[in-house]
Nanobody
Framework: QVQLVESGGGLVQAGGSLRLSCTAS????????SGWFRQAPGKEREFVAA????????YYADSAKGRFTISRDNAKNTMYLQMNSLKPEDTAVYYC????????????????WGQGTQVTVSS
């Protein structure tokens, strides 16, 4: 069992930046591919980015490419999402999750989820 806790969300103006953190406890998740998803009101949860256990492989949704950077520090059992050039359409609750098998951009492939952190981008 692993518990995931996100932090770093908040209110930012368009064009601004935020860095989200996801810290794991309960057991190390350094051996897991991990990902970030987001869910806006009235919309389905969507994939944002994922990172392999070593950090050498990263995957991004088209909406995140060039603006977001996913990284991890396994010594701290923490994963990050640096978000730059934020847009109002990035407004959502952001969730981190631990991958347990399947397709990396499919939420069904992730078993453990954090509670989410709200990101609001004003225009």
């Amino acid at each position: 069992q692993v518990q995931l806790v996100e932090s770093g969300g908040g209110l930012v103006q368009a064009g601004g930046s935020l860095r989200l953190s996801c810290t794991a406890s309960g057991r190390t998740f350094s051996g897991d591919t991990s990902g970030w998803f987001r869910q806006a009101p009235g919309k389905e949860r969507e994939f944002v980015a994922a990172i392999g256990w070593s950090g050498s492989r990263t995957y991004y949704a088209d909406s995140a490419k060039g603006r977001f950077t996913i990284s991890r520090d396994n010594a701290k059992n923490t994963m990050y999402l640096q978000m730059n050039s934020l847009k109002p359409e990035d407004t959502a609750v952001y969730y981190c999750a631990a991958f347990t098998g399947g397709i990396y951009d499919d939420a069904k492939s992730y078993t453990y989820w954090g509670q989410g952190t709200q990101v609001t981008v004003s225009s």
